[in-house]
């Protein structure tokens, strides 16, 4: 299939502009010896239908589960129909990033209520238009407490997400930054004897998540306590942001950075990405926060209308002075979100307690098992973490039947024998359920 | 047009003037021509009291919508005052840039350091060079 | 326009949830009242109201599907519809990426071949798919040549950045703990070759350089630049973000290049999304591969996987495998045009752009009078001097003739710079009518400037206070 309009009269008179005999002259700046003669390597071209086809065959070479029991970073939950048809709206997605203000103010508006909702759901003041994904947001947080202080130490707890820790051993590498990982507590929620040892003037932030990767919810309030005490600042992390819809976000308990996954908000699996970062900070923080901003202001006549703000941050003019060197975002995935929680507003709630009620079915039904046992004490949201005789067999005889178990912890945490992390969505029904224990046992 | 750049102070070739208080301090600023090259300034970034700078590091940061500028101490010294009114008006250094538009107050540390600036006659052919 | 919040009403709503099938209980009781939240204030909207506020937002927007969109390096090219279409499909959408290797071997395949067919079209010996855009894919390629010192043993504190270049370029190097030194451009828009050879030192880690540069100009003394970079055991960092000017011609691997990063949203044709999702994948010739980020794809046999194995690695710079439904996009990009329709792809795209450039010389200053290869640049500085019409006005009277404006005061080399970049996908007539506009403009900024100083005057807000939004930002609504 072929994209360029030239018809070969185009191209002879375009030519002829130029004042070149053949296309080959324009590319005369190339040193002959490095002239290609053709691609290697790549398949032959092929007609919009055989596109189709090669592409549906490679996608059947996937098998898509009846269910799933995974969360772990990654969820599935109903997205409701109006996003899909927003999203994909031409003037939306064939859009580039809204420098020409005048021309976009329908991703400017669309992203100032985002970055709205996003404030208001974490309890803090500012939000930015996204970052990468949760991974990525939580440490380019952490690296913004480090430049801003000067101090070189950061602390994580380990029940954060091991990819998201992984992450910052990465990023802090980079940088000659410290990593000191927290120990958990059997509740499953930080040790905070364990926190208020490592905590010296050294500290530049402390990363917590949750819910965390065990699914419990961390009591914030002493932790924030602890670590201002220290002069350090706390990063508050999430995995899903339908959580928000029911538990006491991290701002509210003084939490600095509010940042995590926003995945759930109306983006599909689509097996890891494109995901959507999250940012949220408290006020003080805008002058220095990564990513782009949107600001409502004024045109001459006094209009309502909005603008990419406070560009000044951003590496486009800071160049190496500044504190991220993130460019594209996920905009369309902040889109969705928008459109997502517009849709639901309030019903946000219901969909969080409906997720409360089929973790806690799925999980006091497990328990009924013999052999099953609960490894941490403290209250979750849609994930928990359950000991059993053997993990393996157990996701290998819901693999035969199409169904994928749980997430297999020894892998990360080697302490956690035979313990699987599971997650119970909306888009899992008490038949599935029950289903799932028959199969087990 | 620049305003008249003032007889009784120094300035330094980055476009800052200071003020010799005469008792070991001085007042700091950018001149009006550096102003006008901002455009309209929308945020300083100022230093806390009790900041030490030596000649020439970056005692406060400048930005206008499209640019970030940083201020060059001009001379060693110690941050005693700042101009807290540029926290919310910022653009009282484009209106009064030698005046209401001051942005650091100092105590010197080596009153020779002076005598390395220009005069305002020495600021303006200065610029002269620059505009060819 | 109304925001959602001020028309939102108490009892509305535009998604419903399911009455749940399994028990429920007092969560509060169960979870504890000091977790739970007690406030949540997000919009009451109807479902009609919620279309209607999105859709005609969506109408006070600019796509490439509304008209041309010249953005110098941004590569706006048509987004085909087809890619669109099979990145829809169910088993692209609905994998988890925790879920079993033997599950998502389609994918797995896809992201393989995805890695081969780049390294063919750039010569590269080994790619990665992981960053999710061009400046983390930069990241990424320094953090990969840092590595690559610290496992010689050997410490270089510098990175060499021409003046051209785009600032992620140096924040990426900052980020990396890299000091970075500023390389001038020469007269003829290359780079300066006594310069460079004056800054190469074994204190030098790389040079990063965008070729063709961001003045759309192919660097004719690559070769020596490669030889002085790795003559002192530097490496030589490729920005790839102007790879639509060179697919099928000449590949930056065989160039000496050592590493490089792209950008699917621009070259590849995936949707930009108004600001994103994107990609940026990072090629690496043989010395860097074993410090790729992990997990990296096996193939045994048949079978795909993934693995951590790799000692040396950099580590994970994101969650999961990278936007994955951004690569299935540009894949079916890639097998749609083959090998033949990428590189007539490059070949349209540097005839398009040259065309505007004998078409607008006349009219505009020209920066640098050689022919230029995807992207041209001109400078506003005649209208400037001319009657002070700057470039930002002559970009706002093109919105006022239905064009979204070309890129604006970059590269900074280039004052009142004005870099049009058509890519193939635009037709001789579009370029002939946009050159029209332009030429138009010219004239008007000479007979009548204010004309052009009060554009625009078509859009539904006119400039914008980007002063007032800057001293007193406002990013988040405040109910009054």
């Given at each position: 299939?072929?994209?360029?309009?030239?018809?070969?009269?185009?191209?002879?008179?375009?030519?002829?502009?130029?004042?070149?005999?053949?296309?080959?002259?324009?590319?005369?700046?190339?040193?002959?010896?490095?002239?290609?003669?053709?691609?290697?390597?790549?398949?032959?071209?092929?007609?919009?239908?055989?596109?189709?086809?090669?592409?549906?065959?490679?996608?059947?070479?996937?098998?898509?589960?009846?269910?799933?029991?995974?969360?772990?970073?990654?969820?599935?939950?109903?997205?409701?129909?109006?996003?899909?048809?927003?999203v994909g709206r031409a003037e939306f997605y064939t859009a580039y990033t809204p420098y020409q203000a005048e021309i976009s103010q329908g991703i400017l508006q669309a992203i100032y209520e985002y970055q709205t909702m996003i404030a208001h759901l974490t309890s803090t003041e500012i939000a930015n238009a996204s970052m990468y994904d949760g991974a990525s947001a939580m440490i380019e947080a952490a690296v913004l407490c480090a430049k801003m202080s000067g101090k070189t130490k950061i602390i994580v707890a380990r029940s954060v997400h091991p990819e998201y820790r992984q992450v910052l051993q990465t990023y802090c590498w980079a940088n000659g930054y410290t990593v000191v990982e927290l120990a958990y507590m059997p509740s499953g929620q930080i040790d905070l004897n364990a926190l208020q040892n490592e905590l010296d003037d050294q500290v530049a932030a402390v990363l917590v998540q949750s819910p965390n990767f065990f699914g419990v919810i961390e009591d914030i309030a002493p932790v924030v306590d602890n670590v201002h005490k220290k002069g350090a600042l706390l990063v508050a992390g999430f995995t899903d942001g339908t959580s928000l819809g029911i538990l006491k976000p991290a701002g509210a308990a003084g939490a600095d950075f509010?940042?995590?996954?926003?995945?759930?908000?109306?983006?599909?699996?689509?097996?890891?990405?494109?995901?959507?970062?999250?940012?949220?900070?408290?006020?003080?923080?805008?002058?220095?926060?990564?990513?782009?901003?949107?600001?409502?202001?004024?045109?001459?006549?006094?209009?309502?209308?909005?603008?990419?703000?406070?560009?000044?941050?951003?590496?486009?003019?800071?160049?190496?002075?500044?504190?991220?060197?993130?460019?594209?975002?996920?905009?369309?995935?902040?889109?969705?979100?928008?459109?997502?929680?517009?849709?639901?507003?309030?019903?946000?709630?219901?969909?969080?307690?409906?997720?409360?009620?089929?973790?806690?079915?799925?999980?006091?039904?497990?328990?009924?098992?013999?052999?099953?046992?609960?490894?941490?004490?403290?209250?979750?949201?849609?994930?928990?973490?359950?000991?059993?005789?053997?993990?393996?067999?157990?996701?290998?005889?819901?693999?035969?039947?199409?169904?994928?178990?749980?997430?297999?912890?020894?892998?990360?945490?080697?302490?956690?024998?035979?313990?699987?992390?599971?997650?119970a969505t909306e888009m899992i029904s008490k038949t599935g359920i029950d289903r799932v224990v028959e199969i087990i046992k | 047009?620049?305003?008249?750049?003032?007889?009784?102070?120094?300035?330094?070739?980055?476009?800052?003037?200071?003020?010799?208080?005469?008792?070991?301090?001085?007042?700091?600023?950018?001149?009006?021509?550096?102003?006008?090259?901002?455009?309209?300034?929308?945020?300083?970034?100022?230093?806390?009291?009790?900041?030490?700078?030596?000649?020439?590091?970056?005692?406060?940061v400048v930005e206008s919508v499209k640019s970030v500028s940083d201020i060059y101490s001009p001379v060693g010294g110690e941050v005693i005052d700042v101009n807290k009114m540029l926290e919310e008006t910022p653009e009282l250094i484009n209106q009064d840039a030698f005046g209401e538009g001051w942005i650091v107050k100092m105590r010197i540390s080596d009153a020779s350091e002076l005598k390395m600036l220009l005069s305002a006659a020495d600021y303006e052919e200065m610029l002269k060079e620059e505009k060819k | 326009m109304e925001l959602i919040f001020e028309i939102s009403k108490p009892g509305r709503s535009a998604a419903d949830i399911s009455e749940s099938d399994v028990p429920v209980f007092n969560i509060e009781d169960a979870i504890g009242k000091k977790y739970l939240r007690n406030d949540l204030d997000?919009?009451?909207?109807?479902?009609?109201?919620?279309?209607?506020?999105?859709?005609?937002?969506?109408?006070?927007?600019?796509?490439?599907?509304?008209?041309?969109?010249?953005?110098?390096?941004?590569?706006?090219?048509?987004n085909p519809k087809v890619n669109e279409n099979v990145a829809a499909m169910p088993g692209f959408t609905g994998l988890h990426p925790y879920v079993d290797v033997e599950s998502a071997q389609g994918n797995l395949q896809l992201i393989y071949e995805m890695q081969k067919y780049l390294c063919g079209i750039f010569g590269m010996a080994e790619f990665t798919l992981q960053p999710a855009a061009g400046a983390h894919g930069e990241l990424t390629g320094i953090m990969m040549i840092k590595k690559y010192f610290e496992k010689k043993g050997r410490k270089r504190r510098v990175i060499l950045i021409p003046d051209a270049a785009h600032g992620t370029n140096p924040a990426s190097g900052a980020l990396?703990?890299?000091?970075?030194?500023?390389?001038?451009?020469?007269?003829?828009?290359?780079?300066?070759?006594?310069?460079?050879?004056?800054?190469?030192?074994?204190?030098?880690?790389?040079?990063?350089?965008?070729?063709?540069?961001?003045?759309?100009?192919?660097?004719?003394?690559?070769?020596?630049?490669?030889?002085?970079?790795?003559?002192?055991?530097?490496?030589l960092y490729g920005d790839g973000a102007n790879a639509n000017a060179f697919m099928g011609k000449t590949r930056p691997g065989d160039l000496g290049f050592d590493v490089i990063q792209l950008n699917l949203h621009k070259t590849f044709s995936t949707p930009h999304g108004g600001g994103g999702p994107g990609s940026g994948p990072v090629g690496v010739g043989k010395a860097l591969i074993d410090f790729l980020p992990v997990p990296r794809i096996l193939k045994t046999g048949d079978k795909y996987s993934w693995s951590e194995k790799f000692p040396d690695t950099i580590g994970r710079v994101r969650s999961f495998y990278g936007n994955f439904n951004v690569i299935v996009k540009a894949y079916a990009y890639i097998?749609?045009?083959?090998?033949?329709?990428?590189?007539?792809?490059?070949?349209?795209?540097?005839?398009?752009?040259?065309?505007?450039?004998?078409?607008?010389?006349?009219?505009?200053?020209?920066?640098?009078?050689?022919?230029?290869?995807?992207?041209?640049?001109?400078?506003?500085?005649?209208?400037?001097?001319?009657?002070?019409?700057?470039?930002?006005?002559?970009?706002?009277?093109?919105?006022?003739?239905?064009?979204?404006?070309?890129?604006?005061?970059?590269?900074?080399?280039?004052?009142?710079?004005?870099?049009?970049?058509?890519?193939?996908?635009?037709?001789?007539?579009?370029?002939?009518?946009?050159?029209?506009?332009?030429?138009?403009?010219?004239r008007e900024a000479k007979e009548n400037p204010d004309g052009v100083k009060n554009a625009p005057l078509t859009t539904p807000v006119t400039r914008l206070d980007e002063v007032l939004a800057a001293r007193k930002p406002d990013v988040c609504w405040k109910k009054p």
């Amino acid at each position: 299939m072929d994209y360029c309009p030239h018809t070969p009269d185009d191209i002879k008179q375009m030519q002829a502009a130029i004042g070149v005999a053949g296309i080959d002259e324009l590319f005369a700046d190339i040193p002959k010896k490095f002239r290609l003669k053709q691609i290697p390597d790549i398949p032959s071209a092929l007609s919009e239908q055989e596109t189709v086809s090669v592409m549906s065959d490679l996608a059947r070479k996937n098998k898509l589960p009846q269910l799933t029991l995974t969360g772990a970073g990654a969820y599935h939950h109903f997205i409701p129909a109006v996003v899909g048809h927003i999203v994909g709206r031409a003037e939306f997605y064939t859009a580039y990033t809204p420098y020409q203000a005048e021309i976009s103010q329908g991703i400017l508006q669309a992203i100032y209520e985002y970055q709205t909702m996003i404030a208001h759901l974490t309890s803090t003041e500012i939000a930015n238009a996204s970052m990468y994904d949760g991974a990525s947001a939580m440490i380019e947080a952490a690296v913004l407490c480090a430049k801003m202080s000067g101090k070189t130490k950061i602390i994580v707890a380990r029940s954060v997400h091991p990819e998201y820790r992984q992450v910052l051993q990465t990023y802090c590498w980079a940088n000659g930054y410290t990593v000191v990982e927290l120990a958990y507590m059997p509740s499953g929620q930080i040790d905070l004897n364990a926190l208020q040892n490592e905590l010296d003037d050294q500290v530049a932030a402390v990363l917590v998540q949750s819910p965390n990767f065990f699914g419990v919810i961390e009591d914030i309030a002493p932790v924030v306590d602890n670590v201002h005490k220290k002069g350090a600042l706390l990063v508050a992390g999430f995995t899903d942001g339908t959580s928000l819809g029911i538990l006491k976000p991290a701002g509210a308990a003084g939490a600095d950075f509010v940042v995590g996954e926003g995945q759930s908000f109306g983006n599909p699996l689509n097996y890891g990405g494109p995901y959507l970062g999250i940012f949220a900070a408290r006020e003080k923080f805008m002058r220095r926060i990564p990513g782009r901003l949107v600001g409502a202001t004024e045109d001459k006549k006094g209009r309502r209308g909005f603008v990419l703000t406070l560009q000044t941050r951003e590496q486009h003019i800071r160049r190496e002075k500044a504190t991220s060197n993130i460019c594209s975002n996920e905009a369309l995935c902040a889109l969705a979100a928008g459109v997502y929680l517009a849709a639901l507003g309030k019903n946000l709630r219901k969909l969080a307690e409906l997720n409360i009620y089929k973790t806690q079915y799925l999980k006091n039904k497990l328990l009924g098992l013999v052999g099953w046992q609960e490894v941490f004490s403290a209250p979750v949201y849609n994930e928990f973490v359950l000991r059993c005789p053997d993990s393996r067999k157990v996701n290998e005889k819901l693999k035969n039947e199409g169904i994928i178990g749980g997430y297999e912890l020894q892998k990360d945490y080697p302490e956690l024998e035979n313990s699987l992390l599971l997650c119970a969505t909306e888009m899992i029904s008490k038949t599935g359920i029950d289903r799932v224990v028959e199969i087990i046992k | 047009m620049s305003k008249q750049n003032p007889q009784d102070r120094l300035y330094s070739r980055d476009h800052e003037w200071v003020k010799d208080n005469g008792d070991s301090t001085v007042i700091v600023g950018i001149t009006d021509y550096a102003q006008e090259m901002l455009t309209d300034i929308v945020f300083v970034d100022l230093p806390e009291i009790g900041r030490k700078v030596v000649q020439k590091a970056t005692v406060a940061v400048v930005e206008s919508v499209k640019s970030v500028s940083d201020i060059y101490s001009p001379v060693g010294g110690e941050v005693i005052d700042v101009n807290k009114m540029l926290e919310e008006t910022p653009e009282l250094i484009n209106q009064d840039a030698f005046g209401e538009g001051w942005i650091v107050k100092m105590r010197i540390s080596d009153a020779s350091e002076l005598k390395m600036l220009l005069s305002a006659a020495d600021y303006e052919e200065m610029l002269k060079e620059e505009k060819k | 326009m109304e925001l959602i919040f001020e028309i939102s009403k108490p009892g509305r709503s535009a998604a419903d949830i399911s009455e749940s099938d399994v028990p429920v209980f007092n969560i509060e009781d169960a979870i504890g009242k000091k977790y739970l939240r007690n406030d949540l204030d997000l919009p009451e909207v109807a479902e009609i109201d919620l279309i209607r506020h999105f859709t005609n937002l969506s109408r006070r927007n600019f796509g490439v599907d509304l008209g041309f969109y010249p953005l110098g390096s941004c590569t706006m090219k048509y987004n085909p519809k087809v890619n669109e279409n099979v990145a829809a499909m169910p088993g692209f959408t609905g994998l988890h990426p925790y879920v079993d290797v033997e599950s998502a071997q389609g994918n797995l395949q896809l992201i393989y071949e995805m890695q081969k067919y780049l390294c063919g079209i750039f010569g590269m010996a080994e790619f990665t798919l992981q960053p999710a855009a061009g400046a983390h894919g930069e990241l990424t390629g320094i953090m990969m040549i840092k590595k690559y010192f610290e496992k010689k043993g050997r410490k270089r504190r510098v990175i060499l950045i021409p003046d051209a270049a785009h600032g992620t370029n140096p924040a990426s190097g900052a980020l990396c703990g890299f000091d970075t030194v500023e390389l001038r451009s020469n007269s003829e828009g290359g780079v300066d070759i006594e310069h460079l050879q004056s800054l190469m030192t074994e204190d030098v880690a790389a040079l990063m350089l965008t070729n063709p540069n961001t003045l759309g100009l192919f660097e004719r003394n690559i070769e020596k630049v490669a030889q002085i970079i790795h003559d002192k055991g530097g490496l030589l960092y490729g920005d790839g973000a102007n790879a639509n000017a060179f697919m099928g011609k000449t590949r930056p691997g065989d160039l000496g290049f050592d590493v490089i990063q792209l950008n699917l949203h621009k070259t590849f044709s995936t949707p930009h999304g108004g600001g994103g999702p994107g990609s940026g994948p990072v090629g690496v010739g043989k010395a860097l591969i074993d410090f790729l980020p992990v997990p990296r794809i096996l193939k045994t046999g048949d079978k795909y996987s993934w693995s951590e194995k790799f000692p040396d690695t950099i580590g994970r710079v994101r969650s999961f495998y990278g936007n994955f439904n951004v690569i299935v996009k540009a894949y079916a990009y890639i097998r749609s045009l083959g090998a033949e329709g990428l590189k007539r792809a490059t070949e349209m795209a540097v005839l398009n752009a040259n065309y505007i450039k004998e078409k607008l010389k006349p009219y505009y200053d020209l920066s640098y009078d050689r022919g230029c290869m995807h992207e041209c640049v001109f400078s506003g500085k005649r209208q400037v001097a001319e009657n002070g019409v700057h470039t930002t006005d002559i970009a706002k009277k093109l919105i006022d003739y239905g064009y979204h404006p070309p890129t604006i005061y970059f590269p900074l080399i280039v004052p009142e710079a004005i870099m049009i970049e058509p890519t193939e996908t635009e037709s001789k007539e579009t370029l002939d009518t946009f050159c029209e506009a332009m030429i138009a403009i010219a004239r008007e900024a000479k007979e009548n400037p204010d004309g052009v100083k009060n554009a625009p005057l078509t859009t539904p807000v006119t400039r914008l206070d980007e002063v007032l939004a800057a001293r007193k930002p406002d990013v988040c609504w405040k109910k009054p």
